[in-house]
């Protein structure tokens, strides 16, 4: 017996992997529907056409904006959350997002 397991010899998982590069995994499915092959499923030339990719831009510039404000409410929520008097960089970083978020 081999002392290390992954050895080059077991092909199955690369043969796995290879076998399953074709297949494209729909959004939204549970995942007893998309066990069983159920559903809706897009073919390779919808996911490369030019709206398909412009759709996934849009979907990751909107995930982006979304992240990013959640990022500084959660920085206006430490600087709220200080005790101590804030340093005149911080007072003017927390004026600048409430300005931002609440505007």
């Not at 897009?42 to 831009?57: C, D, L, R, V, Y």
């Not at 500084?72 to 911080?90: H, V």
Request: glycine fraction near 6%; charge should be negative; proline fraction near 3%.
């Amino acid at each position: 017996m081999d002392s290390y397991p992954y050895n080059n010899q077991n092909t199955n998982f690369v043969d796995l992997l290879n076998s399953q590069q074709d297949i494209v995994f729909g959004f939204g499915q549970d995942n007893a529907e998309a066990s069983k092959g159920h559903g809706k499923h897009k073919n390779k030339t919808e996911i490369h056409s030019p709206a398909g990719f412009q759709s996934m831009w849009d979907i990751k510039k909107e995930d982006l904006a979304i992240k990013e404000r959640v990022s500084k409410i959660k920085l206006l929520e430490i600087l709220i959350a200080k005790t101590e008097p804030l340093a005149g960089y911080e007072e003017a970083l927390e004026k600048k997002l409430i300005t931002e978020l609440f505007t």
